[in-house]
Nanobody
């Protein structure tokens, strides 16, 4: 059974940091490409960072230089370190394979506000 569980979100002031974690289980673990996606209120879900076996890491322009995606294969987790957060980073954050498959977790809410 495929399961994705995101955690680590919360309320943070502009300029602050958060570390998101995604625990994966099931057949999805065979994927060599993973991504973090986010969905802001009233907007579509978009890819913000991805990590693949062959290419490495790629980031959306809006988060480049501030976010870092990594993978801990021993723990079957995907991490998103977010620094210098801005109010426009407010969204629900999800992890999934890249490209995304049909299984989505519940996401974790990130709110950046003073």
């Amino acid at each position: 059974q495929v399961q994705l569980v995101e955690s680590g979100g919360g309320l943070v002031q502009p300029g602050g940091s958060l570390r998101l974690s995604c625990a994966a289980s099931g057949s999805i673990l065979r994927s060599n490409a993973w991504g973090w996606y986010r969905q802001a209120p009233g907007k579509q879900r978009v890819l913000v960072a991805r990590i693949t076996f062959d290419v490495g890491t790629i980031y959306a322009d809006s988060v480049k230089g501030r976010f870092t995606i990594s993978r801990d294969n021993a723990k079957n987790t995907v991490i998103l370190q977010m620094n210098s957060l801005k109010p426009e980073d407010t969204a629900i954050y999800y992890c999934n394979t890249y490209p995304a498959n049909s299984y989505w977790g519940q996401g974790t809410q990130v709110t950046v506000s003073s």
